[in-house]
């Protein structure tokens, strides 16, 4: 019994001596120049305990005894460990380590590489300037940040897609996304279209699916753009690469950081209406005209309508009865109440919470964000909710595994637009001005008594007759619902094996996977659909992602050493769509219902599933002579399921860093140069399942293009009017690029300028076929384009001081394209409008296309009798959409806590059309044609009619070259404006210059020794930031940076698309 307790006492006071040797030991940070360093890694060596330095360089640590040793590590500077000893406080100097210094680049295949040793043109856009910029998605928070990258929004609505182009259009037919690589795996940045038609999906903005990504989840952002940086990819990398790093654990104290943001929305940009004249023809008053060309509203008798109270009649909800209007006397014009019916101020709230943390052995990194956004539209929005959980675990000094796993759920609501009697721009810019679309729902009784319940009243259709020409657009955001609902997993796991100090082995192995389940639902009486319509799309993609990597490095003699990639990659893509269609309703039921509520032969159902299976072997040897020349080569091979045969893909890249030559060093302006040149291919894949023939249900078609396919109820199926092509190949991209990056003033002013080439052959489209052969068309190889372009970028550190900072960045770009071969084809029509986006042969991808005025050679118009442009016979290129030149021009300043960001954009050039206002000049409703003048001289209008001096008509006065002539209806109605071939589309073209303040922010920090040690908080930040406040452009009613057509080749069109917002966010950041 003794002897036990002796054995506890012992036991206990060995335990009290340990505890009591413990120390403290504590101490400063610097640089070489003397100012504290921020966040150094300050670990006990040999175990998992540790600390960071604060905004002082401060840290303080306790250690178990005096033979313990700190090490102390940044990035940029060399390590140093330090014995305890019998000392308390350790105040450390670190070396600046050159070689670290150099920026770090991720590259195509997920590994970091030295930027200063490639040949090739990479971009790194600033995470924090990404975040900073209060964009929900990450497409549009990538603007005016990069050289070369073009990215423009489909319209304002929450979540929409938005397009990003990386040195112009690389295809024709196929996407000119690019390649998105997330932690080293690829994942879907698809916007997918379904099974709606005329009216329906069409008119919905989709979503891209890089939007999924939190940007608060993102460590670092490289733009590949050259076909050398991204060969490695084969066929998925002619558009470019973005490579996404997502953050990781820490190790020492674990790191807790909240943010909140809530933003505040409104429309950018309102296209002018006039309120003078009502609706109607020719100066008269009509319930039922299309126009608004009627009398002066002002001119009216004033009081209550005359009505006649025998007929037929609407009864709204509340109870308020519309009979006919037999004379119009009302003054009431309702242009303002009726766009604060469908318009609010929109807004989100956004809150992030991560933690990070974890021992020399293992870290992670954990991260939970919700969104919450309420459109500019009312009942538009959209919600998402993502996940993630990064981990990396080293085994031993020679094993190590890092797991990624991400979750995103996003809903929301969107609301139909553009060409599309069931859009809400159509309804309500269509509207007259004194027409009230609010007290929009009700009932109609015919005159019989017969009652309609459910029935919307709309201008043309005042009383809610059975189904109104355009949508009210009350109805449209209440009761049409378009909701998706999205459920995204990213998981991926690498094993690393470092055998021997040479050889290293990386085994990789990614899966995306998504569902989106998609109703689109039109109740009865809409406009688009009189008997109802329901659409479902349930769309589930996967892509599966495996590489298996060896790399050695290598002395091949003195000063000479190479690195050595070899790679094997396999990937599988499956994308499975099913679509629902039902048209015509037994039962009116006001929400979205099942196949049961309408007849067997008024319902399809339609499976569309896609595979694509590829192997990829590839290697890369990169060279280092003397640390002043780099030699990097690649080479892929790749054999894909949607071509036969197999495909080579090389790429060369070389740099010289000349100021590593002797006359050079120590150069106090000229602190580094490097030359760089590049060379490689790339490749598009063919559409997959092109290269047979396929079969398909028999398809007939409504009086409104709704499908309805037969083989759903006793059908048969038909071939396919596209015949298969078993000689398929890639489209191939083939680009030599050279440049120069220059930094001056010890490394303050940072230069970089790129002049680029390419040649893209075999594009891929539809061919026409005789008739003769059983088809309309073929799928094939032929077409050639080219790009040429340069690129620059600025930094520039003016002020840079321990309190005081001053940096100002900008980029500038421009690229020429031009379709050099499309196989004899006229053109190919882009987008299906009346002006369309087409690829002709000699000109640039996406010129503008339309109905024209007759010119002569020296393209001045020629006029009729009467001094009006003349239509030509023959349609032909009437624009060219692609800008001049683009540029940004940025600015960071920060003073001691408070620190602000300015970030303008301009786009040079280009033609825009101006659809929506070209059309509402016909339908009399823009404010372009809400003008009265008084002649002060005989004027003829469009028709030949001659106004004497001294009358006031309603119109304009313009002079095409002859002298002053009047348009007035005849001329907006005629061919000035209105839709298709009856009209000049030219004269809706319009100069695509804009200039505008995308973001500013400013935030002020407070992470002062008292605040933490009170607080015990490392550091609170708020902010304010301001996204689109200014914009200028000659484009009227519209944001210009918006595309019609969504994630699209053809742009430049805009047709009742919704509008863009800007917004001022509040932002608070707290970090533990």
Known sequence: MFKNLSTVFLLLFGLFQSLNAQQTVKGTILDEKGNPIIAVNVILKGTGTGTVSDLDGKYNIQVPNENAVLEFSFIGYKSKSESVGNRSTIDVTLEEDAELLDEVVVSALGFTQKKDQMGST?????????????????????????????????????????????????????????????????????????????????????????????????????????????????????????????????????????????????????????DKFGQGLNGIWSATASQSWGDKISARAGGPDDVITNRDRFEAIDGTIYYPVSKKNSQETFNESNFDAVFHNGHFLQNDLSISGGSDKSTFFFSLGNLSQDGIIRGSDYNRTTLRLNNQTFFTDWLSMTTRAAYTKTTSNRVQQSSNIDGLYLGLLRNSPDFDIRDYKGTYYNTAGQAFPNAHRAYRRHLGYPQPAYG????????????????????????NVDPLSWLKFTFRGGLDASTDNRVYFFPKLSAGAVNGELFQ???????????????????????????????????????????????????????????????????????????????????????NVKNQF???????????????????????????????????????????????????????????????????????????SDPLNSSQFGGG???????????????????????????????????????????????????????????????????????????????????????????????????RNKVIDILGVQSIDLTTQSISSRAVQGQPLGVLWGTRAVRDENGKYVLDKNGFPQQASTQGVIGNPNPDWRGALGLRANWKSLAINLLFEHSQGGDFAERTRFI????????????????????????GKVFPSGTTVRGNIFDFGAGPVLLDQAWYTGLGGGLGDGVINELAIADFTWTRLRE?????????????????LSSVVFSLTGRNLWLKTDIVGIDPDTNQFGVSNGFGIEYFTNPGTRSVLFTLQITY
């Open 537 to 623: 799309d349930d769309i589930t993609e996967n892509e599966f992602n495996f590489d298996a990597i060896a790399k050695g490095s290598f002395n091949l003699a003195d000063g000479i050493s190479m690195l050595a990639t070899l790679g094997w990659n396999y990937n599988n893509q499956n994308r499975d769509l099913n679509y629902t269609s039902i048209v015509g309703f037994l039962v009116d039921y006001p929400q979205p219902i099942t196949s049961l509520n309408t007849s067997n032969d008024a319902s399809s159902v339609e499976r569309i599933k896609r595979y694509v299976r590829s192997n990829r072997g590839y290697s890369v040897l990169n060279f």
């Open 717 to 815: 199926f038909r071939i396919n009017n596209i015949q298969g092509n078993p000689n398929l190949r890639p489209e191939i991209k083939t680009e030599t690029e050279v440049g120069l990056d220059l930094r001056f003033l010890n490394n303050k002013l940072g230069l970089t300028t790129t002049y680029y080439q390419n040649k893209i052959v075999d594009l891929l489209f539809n061919v026409s076929t005789a008739a003769s052969t059983g088809f309309t068309s073929i799928y094939t190889n032929g077409g050639q384009m080219e790009n040429r372009g340069i690129e620059f970028d600025i930094d520039y550190d003016l002020i840079k001081k321990k309190d005081f900072g001053l940096n100002i960045f900008g980029n500038w770009n421009n690229n």
């Open 1000 to 1016: 500013v922010s400013l935030s002020y920090t407070l992470n002062t020794p008292a605040f933490r040690q009170k607080t015990k």
């Open 920 to 943: 509402l000049r016909n339908f009399g409703t823009h404010a372009d044609v809400g003008n009265e003048v008084t002649l002060s001289q005989d004027l003829k209008n469009s028709t």
């Open 472 to 495: 009210n657009p009350i109805w449209i955001t209440n009761d049409q619902k378009n909701t998706s609902d999205v459920n995204r997993f990213l998981m991926n796991a690498e094993l």
């Open 122 to 274: 990479y971009s790194t856009v600033a995470t924090q300037d990404v975040v900073r910029s209060g964009e929900t998605g990450l497409i549009n928070g990538l603007a005016g940040k990069a050289a070369g990258v073009r990215v423009a929004r489909s319209n304002g609505d929450p979540g929409a897609g938005s397009t990003i182009q990386i040195r112009g259009a690389n295809t024709i037919t196929g996407s000119s996304s690019p390649l998105v690589i997330v932690d080293g795996v690829p994942i879907s940045n698809s916007t997918i279209y379904g099974n709606g038609n005329g009216g329906t999906d069409a008119g919905v903005s989709q979503q891209s699916r890089l939007n999924d990504i939190n940007p608060a989840d993102i460590e670092s952002i490289q733009v590949l753009k050259g076909a050398s940086a991204a060969s490695l990819w084969g066929s998925r990398a002619a558009n470019g690469v973005i490579v996404i790093t997502t953050k990781k654990g820490k190790s020492g104290k674990p790191t807790i950081s909240y943010t909140s943001s809530f933003s505040y929305d409104e429309i950018n940009r309102r296209h002018p209406l006039q």
């Open 630 to 704: 780099f030699l990097n080569a690649t080479a892929t091979m790749e054999a894909a399921s949607s071509v036969a045969g197999s495909f080579f893909y090389p790429s060369f890249d070389g740099a010289w860093q000349f100021t590593q030559l002797e006359g050079f060093k120590g150069n106090k302006i000229l602190s580094f140069g490097k030359l760089r040149t590049s060379w490689g291919k790339v490749g598009v894949q063919p559409q997959p399942h092109r290269a047979q023939t396929l079969a398909e249900g028999g398809v007939v078609y409504s009086s409104y």
